[in-house]
């Protein structure tokens, strides 16, 4: 114990039952200015004006940091003084004196204040965001680019919980600090997005660290933060995305890569894809990137249009080429010139307007419906099917010459099943904007409804993904989405029962909708980002007849 003892930097003594000296450290010496054996076997009082015996014996307790002074040989020397009692059955049988000069003390603190003082500086000058978390997840310290990335003051987070402050989705699935905090283990580099004071998101890269205290244990943790440039590929990389479209998939990155090649050509492009996938919105993207961007861009839904009027749609016709044909009408085609036309799943344009679609490819010219007037036109064309063209060719149900004439540039569009590792950023995107678009505030999701959606393989793509979180901002009135939130289709992936269909959201989002309105079709029409038309032919469609 005595050579333990002699290691402290302040000076110690051992007294017996009697209060007398028993043993003095190296450091007790220097400071009293006397030999060992001068100080050993003196009393207590001898040496302390006050060695709080009467103290620790009422207390029966540790005495700590009271001011005293010490006898030396050149006069009393003021010092701070802790006493630990040593008990031996419940009998007192001695102490251990801890003393330190005062002068000895600010001199310390100073050093401390000084070197705090540089810590300080350099903690806020560096330009990462900093901040310091303790085991109960509050905020204990925040660095000035902290203050500058989030845009809150240092005043109005410390005490506060991090999850309050930053809001990012995985706060509450896969929270950085908790893995640290319970690995043990440093977090390199990770990206997440974050929420800034005045509600704007911002993707940042964080690092973080467990911090421990002196007895090796963790008492919390510390991150650092920066911004990720919010910038276009076009004008230097855009790190989750490419205008309005979402991903940071190898498959995904890989068409961000194409965008600004694909529109800086002037090239015929085809969008192949799977329903919900997103290539209307590919193909505006295009078209808001290229040389054409000032002018038209027009889509023709070629399903959607009866065989009997697409042609006269797509071309116009000249008054009197049928009946009703009172007046002269352009077509898409004339209507767009300069611009962009997209014919949205052109796989089911009929054979014989395949011809007339064609040469206007070959010749860029085409002739009204009942004109005999070759109509000069500059267009580019973009496609978009969910078909196989090519074995639509084999069957005889697609020109082979239209459709190499098309396939110039090709972009496949993959499924959201082959692409998972996007749906935690879809959704941060959707709760951001449904946020705005609703007027609330949802923070997050639960761990346990994350698992649920990116389990699924979504067999209508994002567009379904977009309708079940249209459903849940109707539902929801909490600010963190749990599984009771889902659509009762995705809530039985919990139980393992029968999936149900993507309809059956559609039809309650509907339904619902109608209840909050009132059954004002414009505002469900609104509110649900289609046409009322559209809106009509779905009420029909589920047979939705409810008057409200």
């Not at 042609?311 to 008054?319: A, Q, T, V």
């Not at 052109?346 to 085409?366: A, W």
């Amino acid at each position: 114990m005595e050579k333990l003892i002699e290691c402290f930097k302040e000076g110690v003594v051992i007294v017996d039952e009697d209060w007398r000296i028993s043993f003095v450290n190296e450091k007790g010496c220097e400071a009293l200015g006397m030999e060992r054996d001068e100080v050993v076997g003196k009393s207590c009082l001898e040496v302390f004006s006050s060695c709080l015996k009467e103290e620790v014996i009422k207390n029966k307790n540790s005495v700590f940091n009271k001011k005293g002074h010490i006898r030396t040989k050149e006069g009393k020397i003021p010092v701070y003084m802790s006493v630990v009692p040593l008990f031996e059955g419940g009998r007192l049988k001695g102490a251990v004196v801890y003393f330190r000069s005062v002068k000895e003390c600010f001199e310390c603190l100073k050093k401390f204040r000084e070197k705090e003082m540089i810590f300080r500086t350099i903690f806020d000058s560096v330009t990462e965001g900093i901040f310091t978390i303790n085991e109960k997840w509050e905020i204990t310290a925040f660095n000035r680019s902290a203050e500058r990335i989030t845009g809150y003051r240092k005043e109005e987070v410390i005490g506060k919980k991090c999850y309050e402050i930053f809001q990012a989705l995985e706060c509450h699935t896969a929270c950085p600090l908790k893995w640290v905090m319970e690995k043990n283990e440093v977090i390199p580099t990770r990206e997440m997005v974050i929420r800034r004071k005045n509600g704007k998101r911002m993707p940042v890269v964080i690092s973080a660290s467990f911090l421990k205290d002196g007895e090796g244990r963790v008492t919390g943790c510390v991150e650092t933060f920066r911004e990720i440039p919010n910038t276009k590929l076009l004008e230097g990389g855009e790190k989750d995305g490419f205008d309005e479209m979402i991903g940071r998939s190898l498959k995904m990155r890989t068409i961000f890569e194409k965008i600004p090649v694909i529109a800086d050509s002037d090239l015929n492009v085809l969008i192949e894809g799977e329903t919900g996938t997103g290539k209307d919105l590919l193909a505006r993207i295009i078209h808001r990137h290229s040389k054409r961007k000032d002018k038209p861009f027009v889509k023709i839904s070629c399903p959607s249009i009866p065989d009997t009027l697409l042609e006269s749609e797509l071309f116009g016709y000249k008054k009197g080429a049928f009946t009703g044909a009172v007046n002269d009408k352009p077509g898409k085609f004339e209507i767009c010139n300069g611009g962009t036309i997209y014919l949205d799943e052109v796989g089911d344009i009929p054979l014989h307007l395949q011809v007339k679609l064609l040469r206007v490819i070959e010749e860029r010219e085409f002739e009204r419906l009942g004109d005999n007037t070759p109509v000069k036109v500059d267009v580019r064309i973009i496609a978009a099917t969910n078909k196989n063209l090519e074995e639509e060719v084999k069957r005889g149900n697609f020109r082979e010459d239209l459709y190499y004439r098309l396939n110039v540039l090709t972009v496949k569009l993959p499924p959201l099943r082959e692409r998972k590792e996007d749906i935690p950023l879809l959704i941060e995107h959707l709760i951001d904007k449904l946020n705005r678009k609703r007027g609330k505030d949802v923070i997050g999701i639960e761990e346990e409804a994350m698992e649920i959606l990116c389990s699924y393989d979504w067999p209508g793509n994002i567009r379904e993904l977009q309708n079940v979180f249209e459903y849940i901002f109707v539902h929801i009135n909490s600010r963190v989405i749990g599984v009771n939130d889902l659509p009762p289709y995705l809530r039985q992936r919990k139980k393992g029962l029968r999936m149900g269909s993507i309809a059956e959201v559609e039809r309650e989002l509907i339904i619902k909708a109608l209840e909050e309105t009132g059954g004002n079709k414009n505002e469900v029409a609104r509110l649900l980002g289609i046409s009322r038309t559209t809106l009509w032919r779905k009420m029909k469609k589920y047979g939705i007849k409810r008057t409200f």
